[in-house]
Structure formats: structure tokens, C-alpha cells
């Protein structure tokens, strides 16, 4: 069975910053590109921040860049997204997901991800 476990989500005042964690298991971690997407209430789920297998080449929207960093730890089966300088327009739930898409650049479209966690909400409100 195949497990993404989110965790890290909470309320921050605008200017704040959160980690969040995503625990995989199921899966050869090291194997797989992995993604960070988020839903806003009444849009779609939209595409944040992605890395490859090896940890190589991150891409994030253009609204995250400069305050998001997306980081993996093999040895942990683990993908980080810090968040830093969060703005109420970040409050979503943030989805981690896992991609055997292999490319040196990694996945953003979500159709290239077989497997999702459940979320965890983010809200940026003072």
C-alpha cells in the first residue's frame, strides 16, 4: 500500500513561515520525482513546487518562487516545502504527491503523478 503522509499545515499571520512534510512509504522513494500542489477553496488544484528523483533542478509557479523551497531526503523518504514570507493568497490545502515521470526536469502537470497524500491545510490570516 502506498502511503503520503502530510504533515506541517497549520495557521501563520501573513509574513510567517511553515515547513511541511510529506512521509512516503509503499514506494521505492528514490525512484520517484515528487510534487507539492494546493487547492484553494471554489479553484482548481494548481501546481506549487516539484523535484527530481535525485533532488536535482526544483521548479516552482512563478507566484512561490523566491519564498518556497522544495527539498527531498532520500535516506528519510521525505519531501520538505519550507514556506517562508506566506501571504493569505498561500492559504490552500497543500497536497504532496509522487510521480515516476523521469526527465531532468521534474513533473508539473498533475496527470504525470500516480500517487497523492491527503492534504494539509495552510492558512495565512492575521
Known amino acids: 500500500q502506498v502511503l503520503l503522509e502530510e504533515s506541517g499545515g497549520g495557521l501563520v499571520q501573513p509574513g510567517g513561515s511553515l515547513r511541511l512534510s510529506c512521509l512516503v512509504s509503499?514506494?521505492?522513494?528514490?525512484?520517484?520525482?515528487m510534487g507539492w500542489f494546493r487547492q484553494a477553496p471554489g479553484k482548481e488544484r494548481e501546481f506549487v513546487a516539484a523535484?527530481?528523483?535525485?533532488?536535482?533542478?526544483?521548479e516552482y509557479t512563478d507566484s512561490v518562487k523566491g519564498r518556497f523551497t522544495i527539498s527531498r531526503d532520500n535516506a528519510k523518504k521525505s519531501v520538505y516545502l519550507q514556506m517562508n514570507s506566506l501571504k493569505p493568497e498561500d492559504t490552500a490545502v497543500y497536497y504532496c504527491?509522487?510521480?515516476?515521470?523521469?526527465?531532468?526536469?521534474?513533473?508539473?502537470?498533475?496527470?504525470?503523478?500516480?500517487?497523492w497524500g491527503q492534504g494539509t491545510q495552510v492558512t495565512v490570516s492575521s
Open positions: 504527491a509522487a510521480s515516476s515521470y523521469r526527465s531532468s526536469r521534474p513533473a508539473t502537470s498533475s496527470p504525470r503523478y500516480a500517487y
Open positions: 523535484i527530481t528523483w535525485n533532488g536535482g533542478n526544483p
Open positions: 509503499g514506494i521505492t522513494f528514490s525512484n520517484y520525482g
